[in-house]
C-alpha cells in the first residue's frame, strides 16, 4: 500500500500545523472585526481584512455533521474502515472538516460534545487534528 499522503504547510497555514506539532490547536481570528477564520487565509472572510492573528484555542466543539465511508475515499485509507468523516463545529464557531476516532459506530451522534486527539502520521513527520467524544476518557 503506497505510504498515505501528508498535508502541506503553506506559509500561511504553516502556525496551524506547528501548533498541532505543539498538541494545540490554533485558528486565525480577524483583529478588525473579531471573527474566527478556519481554513486559514491571508484575508478575512467577514471585513476582507489582512490583519488576522494566530490564537490557541482550546480545540473543543460539537459535531456538526458526519458520515461513514464504507469504501476508502482513497486507496491509502483502505485500513482505516469505515472512516468516521466528520465536520466539527469549535466552540468559536468555525467548521474544521476531519474524522472521529475512538467512538463506536452507533454512539456517533450529531451535536455530540467532541475534544481534539493529536495524532502523530506515520514516521511522525506531522501531526493531524482528529476528534473523540468528549467523555471518552
Known sequence: MPPKPLPL??????PFWEGLRQGEVRLQRCEACSAW??????NCPACLSPKLAWQTVAGT???HAFTLARVPTAP???D????????VELDEGV??????????EEAIEIGMRLVPVFEKTEGGEGVL?????????
Open 76 to 78: 491509502f485509507f483502505a
Open 37 to 42: 477564520v478556519f481554513y486559514p487565509r491571508t
Open 80 to 87: 482505516e474502515l469505515p472512516q468516521k468523516l466528520a465536520l
Open 9 to 14: 504547510a503553506t506559509p500561511t497555514s504553516r
Open 61 to 63: 466543539g460539537r459535531l
Open 129 to 137: 487534528l482528529r476528534f473523540t467524544k468528549a467523555d471518552a476518557g
Open 95 to 104: 467548521r474544521i472538516p476531519s474524522t472521529l476516532v475512538g467512538i463506536e
